[in-house]
């Protein structure tokens, strides 16, 4: 399956207004979560109906509307009406196969990110688009499947009374989009552990895996690279919108986002090197015992090759061969024997051949 | 035949106004498809004569003229009279080598990209080149022969009563523009299934065909990188032209071709480097085997080499030699023999030598 | 020879207004060509003194003069008295070290661009320094040497009455500039050519030059990429020069110069990138061809390590042997080798390693 | 333990408020250590309560406090009162796993950078996070522990009545900031007067841990790049902030400080390539090594192998074998066996083999 | 001795005041010479005190001091009370490990830049800094030695009447510039001609300090770049400098001066990669060759096994072995053993393999 680029011949030339699902359906019902507050008040429900949304919407309080699962167009189709959103957008929304972008429209902002989520067991790293659309009256995130990385923000909602309850929707999409970046550090971070290990391991204990490994490794940062790379681009055009959704004071925030980001890239980078060293350091270290190996076997055959060629001659059944007749001529050659093989393991040692 | 630049010496020096086909002609008889439509009416023909144009060209519906094959100099030159084009642009139109490149003319617009076409069996990518000239009465497409990837655009003016019908020839050029990129996508996700499944195939039967087939992959990304690439210049042109034609609503739809490509390019260098991945874990994997196999070999040897020894050694023809005479001698020797060979065989196991 | 930077110690430190040639004599006389037209006349004349050119100059033709050599000072410095033109020119033109470039003077334009001649046999490039100075009266180009690329333009002046004939110094400027970069791409498409076959034919007949001719290919690429590379900021800075020499709507011109070059430049690239590929495949087959041997020869010197010892056992001469005077012994020990040997030979078989 | 990126799972989504030291604590008691001076007067003083504080504070004098140990929110949180601070820069300072930056605020600059510190035994650099905090009354440097490479600064403070004592705050920074860079260089210095050591030991002396060694330096280099890098971007948005704390004249400060740190760029730059180097000259000189003997052994065999040969053929047993029964058969044998083996050992020597 | 970079410890954090000289000194006494001139007269003297100077300075006259030696504080400090100048000047001066810069003062203009000195013998390109002070009255050049590249100016001033004697400080300034750059070039044109020699020179008779030869030059080359790869953006910097100092019409003759630069690093860069691939042939060639001879010993190994076989089973002593008692038995045998040799090389002679 290919990893890095999906489209299939059916889907090729569709409108881009067309709203199909475009992706892995992952949930089977779609969820419908409201956090809905300022700072004095503070509630949280799910609701069934998307009209429902309808008296949130409209207080002064900040809504949060967290939307599980994409693949029932009709509650799309809605949402479109209640909040009177382009319907590219949710074409946007719907295609899970975009790069992380960003798109001013006249009464929004939409944004597009990449969610990671480490196996920490298998080690293999899971993608989910999350798509975040600011209006005025509401903050509306679309998350492919249930089980998400915002539980922090939720929790500073509730418990805090303190910034985060007496900020305006723009801060609470700081707040997501910077768990979100937390997460690609923490990823990092258990990765780089793992791949800072493989050295010390492959040391002590050779396995011919670690090449496996290494490029195990090698693939998941180059598949989290290619997927947050884009949110440089993405962070960096938000911090340059002028809208009356972003307040000015908040682009301390965003490049606050942009130095996580950049360390977490400058950090994959890194990585990857490390990785090509480790592979270079493995296949030297393995060629090194290869020769070796090969050499000690090739001077111990070498030292035979004379005494065999001794006895060769000793063994002719010439009539005439003086030496066979003496009484000692057989521990002589016994003994000449022992002295070339001890001449030869001396030298080949002075020339540390062993 | 040099497969990324051709001229051959009696094109040097041409005019740029010299209208000659340069390159291979792919049709025998030239086609002129109209597609004429507003938001009510629809009307596709096909034309036998330039000068039928004419009742569409001046009405207030979208006229789409699509050309397939170039080698008919007459018919370019009476089209360049018909829409009062520069000369130029039909040089440029007929020269199918040139890089995608967009230019501004007072009054039209020459746009002119690669299509790319994968022979699924062969994987063998071919390319054609097609050029749009967009005008206030009509949109003129150039292709190097029959069949394309516009069916589906087609489809969607026939069926739809909604947005393309409505739209102007901006959006239909973006329309085009976009199933011409689509179809990058679709051709690189196949490439990527197959380029994927390199890797599995060779650990699980490994042969020696594995090397041309990645590099078989490498041309063919290389190939698409060098006839794409300079779209993105093409497109970020685009996108900056202030013209009457294109209406400044329709810069979303470009920003939107860009992000495509730039995923299509991005993911091409993803596959670059999986496949420079493959071909090193191939090679290691070779040399492993390779350097087992001899290994095995050596060990075996080595450890005859003793054993032929001492045979030899009992193969002398001392008159006195007193070994010989013993009644197990011979019993002995093999003895020692097998307790040589059984102990070099532990001693290179416990140095995983074999 | 330095074929990359060239300066003897006795030239360093002149004088910038210094008129001494710096190159190499490649010519014996200098010749003086005119070419002078309009819409209606043209004409062409050899002339013999620099003072033969003031009938041409001062008319409202397109005058041209070319100078084939570089080595007689004093036409050098009559020339700068007619056109009035400033030392520092002269001293570039004589200068054919220098790198692709471009100024403005108060009355005149200067560019340097070179020329590529490519010899089919050797496959070996050489390079000619052209100086273009354009002024108000006249275009004159300075050659090191007889014979160049341009025939196809004076053959373009010489029978079409229309666009050249019609057109100023700068079209004519643009038509040599434009002549000389076909020839960039005419020569790669060549040298692509030679390219693409090496892989065909060192698959077919494997010989050790293939290594040189890809060093010599790598070096080819090398040396053009050098000396053309820079004629693309050339090009960047004439398309930005605001001067009365040059027509505004030239510029469409230039722009397809630039195009031209790209192309030239990245195909350069592609087919290193092949070289590099190509140099890869060939030492990967190449040693996969010494590995296969290498192990054929191994793995049938130890088939016969066993039987070799098996002899040597009965070679001994011990008195008590029984086996020996078995009457089949003979037989059966050949027979046992033969099933020792086929044995090996079925097991290598069936683990590949023949 | 990841080395280059760092978050505990429990660290996500932290308010970016949140006041907690997010690092390592190296030093048990945080120490706050105040320096004041004017061109007159130099109080240095080790201060208890951050209180004590605002004596100097709202002097005229220069004053800079240095706090050594970030681990104690309570005095950090005192701070922000007495200096005003917003608490983000307090929650930035108390983050040690941040990338070197710098932010501008109402009422302060805050800046972030890494000091380095050589074990000069061990050759392990470890690294130090430095805060500056350039407020209208007073520096403030926060420190994660003691001992700092300060000390030059305090020196020219107490020592010299010149340009130190008569500048202001922003030349303090300066000051600081050049120790620090300074001390970039001089680690730089000496990690390179070791690698440029290495190849003139392993040429001296080979040994198989040079590998290692020049692994670790690369791993070195490649820490101090990761950490040092960003720097580069600070100084530059250092040198465009215009604020009243910066005075214009200070501009050229920081371009001494841009120049600085771009030569320890680069060096580092050009001791990675020359590690790489040593890499290849020590694997070509190892190979080199290991062919010569193996070629030496090779031969070695080769020579015995037809005498080997000779004595078998003269060991069989046949009837008639005639050359058995001559007298000097086995003397002529010897001086055949000599004759090829000094023949094949001239034939070697000629070819270079030995 | 770290070659790229340089600091020792008591150096870190000296104030950017601190006049100390930094450096190896390198030349017993100071000298000072004076070049004094306009069109008409012509001064050239060796001044003994630095007081001396002002009867030059004042005059209308263009006066170049040139200094040898930086060891002297007190001679430095007495022409920065003379002219005048900033003491960071003179600190910056005496530091000769700083990048090539350009620094404009309020009175003058400083430019450091770095001269190389080739010695031919061995090969070795060593290092000297230039510092230029440009101030209304005087060009103050520094040197560490004696010896430089500017004796070619000094003769243009002596002998010619033109252009050099009518100018100002800024084209003196050019002119010493100039003659620095055509130095690198000289030089590299010198190195060049080497490294293309190497190649031609280990094909004809390859011996194995070729790999060290060619890590000399890559680390020369190397040092030349990080030396002068500064030089580009301090030329850069110069020609967009305004100030009175510099003559608008000079900016030509920077642009010169840019130009010859950029031909120097293109130039290195192309050499770097001659050198790698030369690297690359000379390992491809030794493998060559080794491979060649390992076959050749190999095969000619294995020719012998299956004959020592043969003569191994006749060499055995059972009772009936039937063919030991034919008459032409071990003539046959060698008749075989010519057959099977003669068979063997055969096929290995088609296989080629010998």
Chains 1, 2, 3, 4, 5 share one sequence.
């Not at 979560?33 to 008296?55: Q, T």
């Not at 167009?73 to 960003?102: Q, W």
């Not at 249930?146 to 303190?162: A, C, L, Q």
Request: proline share 2%; hydrophobic share 40%; charged share 25%.
């Amino acid at each position: 399956m290919a990893r890095f680029i999906k489209k299939h011949k059916h889907e090729i030339g569709l409108s881009p207004y067309d709203l199909t699902f475009r992706g892995d359906k992952k949930i089977e019902n779609v969820l419908l979560r409201i956090i809905d507050f300022d700072s004095l008040n503070l509630n949280e429900e799910i609701i069934k109906n998307v009209s429902d949304i309808n008296k949130f919407k409209n207080s002064d309080t900040v809504t949060w509307l967290n939307i599980d699962g994409l693949h029932n167009i009709n509650i799309i189709k809605e949402l479109a009406k209640v909040f009177n959103l382009d319907s590219l957008i949710l074409a946007d929304v719907m295609n899970t196969e975009t790069r992380p972008k960003i798109q001013e429209y006249e009464n929004c902002i939409y944004i597009s990110v990449k969610m990671l989520q480490l196996n920490e067991k298998s080690g293999i790293i899971s993608i989910e688009n999350l798509s975040l659309i600011l209006t005025k009256s509401a903050l509306i995130t679309f998350q492919e499947k249930k089980g998400d990385v915002f539980e922090p923000v939720r929790e500073r909602i509730r418990t805090s009374k303190k910034r985060i309850r007496n900020s305006n929707i723009d801060y609470l999409t700081f707040a997501l989009l910077d768990v979100v970046i937390d997460n690609y550090i923490h990823i990092l971070s258990v990765l780089g552990e793992k791949i800072e290990d493989i050295e010390d391991n492959f040391i002590m204990n050779p396995s011919k895996n670690v090449v496996e490994k290494i490029n195990f490794y090698k693939r998941e940062l180059n598949f989290i690279r290619k997927n947050i790379g884009p949110t440089k681009e993405m962070l960096l055009a938000l911090s340059k919108i002028e809208s009356e959704l972003i307040n000015d004071s908040s682009s301390i925030f965003f490049k606050e986002l942009q130095d996580n980001l950049k360390q977490v890239l400058e950090s994959s980078e890194s990585y990857r090197e490390i990785l090509s060293d480790q592979l270079n350091i493995y296949h030297s270290s393995m060629s090194t015992k290869l020769n070796d190996t090969m050499m000690f076997l090739t001077v111990f055959s070498v030292i035979f090759i004379p005494l065999t060629f001794i006895a060769g001659v000793y063994g002719t059944n010439f009539d005439v061969l003086p030496e066979l007749h003496y009484k000692y001529s057989y521990f002589i050659m016994l003994g000449l024997m022992a002295i070339i093989a001890i001449g030869m393991l001396l030298y080949f040692k002075r020339k540390k051949w062993l």
